[in-house]
């Protein structure tokens, strides 16, 4: 295993300090991921001011569908109930097996990105690898409305009508007793054109863990460039004010 570098210099740049500093954990994870092996990290750190290359090392658990849990400053009287109730309930919750998972949505919508900890399979587009799957583990899907301007017109008269989106997902998992099984749900999304309905029924919680993957998401994808983010932001609330 290599050995891993603190990313705290002053003078590096800011997409050297969110972004993962060595492949081997990624490649690792995802060797494992196609073997059906979930790997779950307990983190921890003594004493103020000791460092954990945390993003990197987290790639061990982002590439298959794992977990990470962090202590920082760990002491047995502050955070030892907190670390004994999250290891019996990885120890124990009930899990499915040597999982994959796709989702599908009705005509004139796509999905754009898969929020999560998360590997795609080999040779698929949009197949999840879950070599573990239980009630604590959660994606997110971002869906957008294809562009009308690109449809043919018997199409957009289609869209047009449309009163609901349709999004299908389907589960092919193992059983602990070792039966194999596919679970589908499917789900029908009212559609409005009036703006307020839709913050009537948020989910606060679900919008905020959105939000903060979606932010760190973006924020690695643009190499720590911080400004175009900003610039980003403010554009999508004048977009909003103006509408």
């Known amino acids: 295993m ?12 800011m997409g050297d300090k969110i ?14 991921a196609h073997l059906q092996v979930s790997v779950d990290l307990f983190v921890f750190t003594v004493g103020k001011g000791v460092y954990r290359n945390l ?3 987290s790639d061990l658990a982002r590439f298959s569908n794992g977990n990470l849990y962090y ?9 030892g109930l907190r670390f004994t109730n999250e290891l019996y309930n990885c120890l124990t919750r009930e899990c499915a097996w040597e999982s994959v998972f796709r989702v599908r949505t009705s005509a004139g ?8 900890n998360k590997l795609i399979k080999q040779r698929t587009n949009d197949l999840i690898l879950c070599p573990v799957i239980d009630k604590d583990r959660m994606l997110i899907y971002e869906i957008e409305r294809e562009a009308e301007a690109v449809d043919k017109p018997e199409r957009r008269r289609l869209m047009a009508d449309q009163q609901h989106m349709f999004v299908q997902t389907a589960l092919l998992y193992s059983t602990a007793d070792g039966e194999r099984r596919i679970r589908v749900l499917n789900a029908a999304i009212p559609l409005t054109n009036i703006h307020h309905l839709s913050f009537d029924y948020l989910d606060t919680s679900a919008l905020a863990l959105y939000w903060a993957r979606s932010a760190i998401h973006r924020a ?5 460039n911080f400004s175009s ?10 977009n909003m004010c103006r509408s």
């Open 19 to 32: 972004n993962s500093s060595n492949m081997f954990f990624s490649n690792e994870a995802s060797n494992m």
């Open 2 to 13: 290599p050995e891993l570098q603190p990313k705290s210099d002053q003078n590096s740049q």
């Open 55 to 57: 993003q990197t090392m």
């Open 229 to 238: 983010l900003q610039s980003q932001i403010l554009l999508q609330i004048q």
């Open 109 to 116: 919508f796509n999905q754009t990105a898969t929020l999560g």
């Open 220 to 224: 690695q994808l643009n190499q720590g």
């Open 71 to 79: 202590y920082p400053e760990y002491e047995y009287y502050q955070s």
